[in-house]
């Protein structure tokens, strides 16, 4: 049986973009192949990010920034915006069913000391999380149908 792929785009795939996917292959388990890509990647993955996603039990150390580009020859069935620009620059992917907009701040933008700047990406991923497990059980509630 294939997976469907559940692609989530963001401008740099530094950030949102991760902590999405994250949440959301936690949420789905192994029946989805679930990734993020940028329209313009940034080169790594917010340390921040890593951060207060293994605050709640989620290892995302070993995601890297990669360019959607590289899923245009792949089967995607739903992609996912996190951000406008990437929402503006999206591409139809072959053999896409689906298409959602959710956009968030980006937490890359935060100042001041560290645990300021931690504070923003946890409300962010709090955010995301609350949306995306919302979407993951409506998609498995969908499968067992």
């Known amino acids: 049986m294939n997976r469907p792929t559940i692609l ?16 959301l292959r936690a949420a789905l388990g192994d029946g989805y192949v679930v990734a993020s890509a940028g329209s313009k990647p940034a080169g790594y993955v917010h340390p921040l990010g890593v951060k207060a996603m293994a605050e709640i039990g989620i290892d995302i150390s070993g995601h890297h920034s990669k360019h959607m580009d590289e899923f245009l020859s792949q089967e995607v069935e739903t992609v996912i915006t996190v951000c406008g620009n990437a929402d503006q620059a999206c591409p139809m992917f072959p053999g896409q069913l689906n298409r959602h907009h959710w956009g968030f701040d980006d937490p890359a933008h935060a100042t001041g000391t560290e645990e300021e700047q931690m504070a923003v990406f946890r409300r962010v991923r709090d955010e995301i999380r609350r949306v995306f497990e919302a979407y993951a059980a409506g998609r498995l509630d969908e499968a067992k149908r």
């Open 8 to 23: 989530i785009l963001c401008t740099g795939n530094s950030c949102r973009s991760h902590l999405a996917e994250g949440l």
